[in-house]
């Protein structure tokens, strides 16, 4: 799509202005909390709605066999992730010297180890499912390549592609995100640090 067919940029708001709002937010572990918060949230209702349906799919109330727990764990991905840049941003690892965004990469298992996670065999294969479906399993019927359907031989001895959901799944996100917010500054020191940023250059 040419730039014609997008919406112009409106000249209300000075550039300089938002590109300074846009450099102070990369940085602000709060606003990666809240985001992060979001997608717990709206991954846990979808989660909740998944075991209802599959449990009336399983007493015959239902033909259609429940897909979203793919979607509910594409949205887990997306919320550890904004943890993890959460513990980034607060230790001033979210931009480069140039002051542009650094913490490009969807990558769990590289940002666990950017935060100083350590993690088991077991942590990195479940991270690694996580991340395709936050690339494709959570959104597409299909990934870019076929290889990405092949099953995989996990740490425990079992065959399986990485896109597979199972019921213990929403119990080790909980876990992970647990591991991850011993890291982190509190919400509410964040929203302290966030405000005193914010009052500096308001």
Partial sequence: MTNQKRTRIAKSM???FANEIYRMSCSEAYLWICK??????SADLLWAQFFGDLKAFKEGSIKEEP??????????????ENLVKAGLAARGAATTRKATFALKSHQLIELFEQLGLSLSKNDMEYLERLEHFMVWAG???IPLTAQD???RQFCDGSHCALHFVSTKDAEAV????????TVLPTEEEALLSYMDHYGKHG
């Fill in 14 to 16: 000075p550039k300089r």
């Fill in 36 to 41: 992060a918060n979001e997608l717990i949230k």
């Fill in 67 to 80: 897909f979203i727990g793919s979607t509910a764990l594409m949205l887990y991905g997306f919320a550890i």
């Fill in 139 to 141: 959104r597409y019927p």
């Fill in 149 to 151: 359907l092949y099953p």
């Fill in 174 to 181: 909980l876990m992970l995100i647990e591991r991850v917010k």
